[in-house]
């Protein structure tokens, strides 16, 4: 019998809705297209995004501790910690009763607190690149910059939002034991959120003030537990050069060099599609036979059976 097919999954932003009740309904659609790849024969590995509910967390903390002195200022980290809590709760018991609906039944769901180590020095310290929370008009943003001190940026065309720092992913603090249980058969759910981001002190995990980006903590994820595939699903079905113009055109199947050179002719914007591809070439370029697919949540199956989305690879 073939050996099957490891496959770790990142999930973005429309995977999981903006708010309480749209992640509800979010993560139901979610675990269908995770559980068809299950019944496709393959190992999947979760991985997800927090961009929206980070934002929401940090605002809610920071008004509680501005309402009540007695309360502390919540560190960055530690929400980051409550987002992968909160998203983890809701797509581990989507995904048992999605397999539970389809009589799977020896298939047990984990979501795993998942530190990953950033090196203290990482310039991004010092040039906040990661868009958190929800989008504000220029006149929004121009208060929340007054009011709270924090750094907007106009983001891809949507709006603006708050900027935080997002150094790169060096090491997942909890590899070992994410690997015992993938390798024992469980569905997991980690580094959600790009992980909770944490320095090393001697023995000690210190956390850092920053949110690292999915889509790399999850390349990383996928090296680390030699998946054959890293898919990336997101809000388009494929990749596109000249996106959003007169002659756009959507890519099916490229080599990383080819993804490289587009890269470098400033195809894709940065914060949205630059990630996405530059863990994609990361991943396809460190192993011979490894695979990177960008494509739309519901046509993840599709995309694995090599109908749509856009291949990278060597
Ligand atoms: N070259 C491109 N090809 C396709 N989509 C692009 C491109 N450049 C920017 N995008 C935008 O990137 C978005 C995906 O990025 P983002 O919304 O940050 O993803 P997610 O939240 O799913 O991680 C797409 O919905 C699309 O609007
Ligand atoms: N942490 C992270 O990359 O979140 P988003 O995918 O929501 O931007």
Known sequence: MDKKKRIVIALGGNALGNTLPEQMTAVKITAKAIVDLIEEGCEVVVAHGNGPQVGMI???MSALSREDPSQPNTPLSVCVAMSQAYIGYDLQNALREE???????DIPVTTMITQIRVDAEDPAFNAPSKPIGHFMTEEQAKIAEEKYG?????DAGRGYRRVVASPKPAEIIEIGAIRSLVDSGQLVIACGGGGIPVTLIGNHLKGASAVIDKDFASELLAEELNADFLIILTAVEKVAINFGKPEEKWLDDITTDDARKYMDEG???PGSMLPKVQAAVKFADSKDGRNALITLLEKAKEGILGKTGTRIHQ
């Not at 924090?150 to 106009?154: A, D, G, H, R």
């Open 267 to 269: 195809h894709f914007a």
């Open 99 to 105: 397999l539970l609906n389809r009589n799977i039944t």
């Open 150 to 154: 924090y750094i907007m940026k106009e």
């Open 58 to 60: 940090n605002n809610a």
